[in-house]
């Protein structure tokens, strides 16, 4: 589902703001190699999906997906970050969660976006590329617990949370 005003293309926040440049990054990095790894991504969630104890990792496979295919304007966060309350995947079962997805697909798509993102610093103009390979590649380590969101929310989030820990520190 898309912000108001946002546009299919960018993931940007809409009209305005940074759409544009989200819009063209996110066309440069789906031609030169995040279709490649999103598709890596949803074959993940389909083989996840079929081995039906993999559903809950199966849907994080294809949020991530959507996330690798148009990164750019959005932002991984971890959602006790975003909502500042704990919940079922960001304890101790979301550990275990990570521990399982690590050791059956993680260490394989961070992998692939470590190689990719090598490639893509040998040229300057895939060097933001690289540095978001290498985010999607901490990201494919431990997605349990995280969610995708425009890159607005995610500093919103950061810094009510921030806001939060000073007042507790003056009192």
């Known amino acids: 589902m898309l912000a ?20 063209i990054g996110n066309l440069l990095w789906f031609v030169c190699g995040g279709f490649v790894l999103g598709l890596c991504w949803w074959a993940a969630g389909l083989v996840a999906f079929l081995s039906i104890v993999g559903i809950p990792w199966a849907r994080a496979c294809f949020v991530i997906g959507r996330f690798t295919f148009l990164p750019f304007g959005r932002e991984a ?14 304890g101790l079962l979301g550990l275990l969660g990570n521990v399982v997805w690590f050791l059956l697909a993680g260490l394989w798509l961070a992998l692939g976006h ?20 290498l985010k999607l590649a901490g990201l494919a ?20 949370r921030a806001d939060e820990r000073v007042a507790l520190l003056r009192e």
């Open 4 to 23: 108001p005003g946002a546009r299919w293309w960018s993931n940007g926040p809409g009209p305005g703001k940074e759409w544009p440049v989200a819009a």
């Open 114 to 133: 470590l190689a990719v993102a090598l490639f893509d610093f040998l040229t300057i103009i895939g060097i933001p590329f690289g540095i978001q390979h």
């Open 77 to 90: 966060i971890d959602r006790k970050e975003l909502t500042g309350q704990g919940d079922l995947g960001t």
């Open 141 to 160: 380590l431990a997605p349990v617990g995280k969610t995708v969101v425009p890159r607005e929310v995610a500093q919103a989030a950061r810094r009510q």
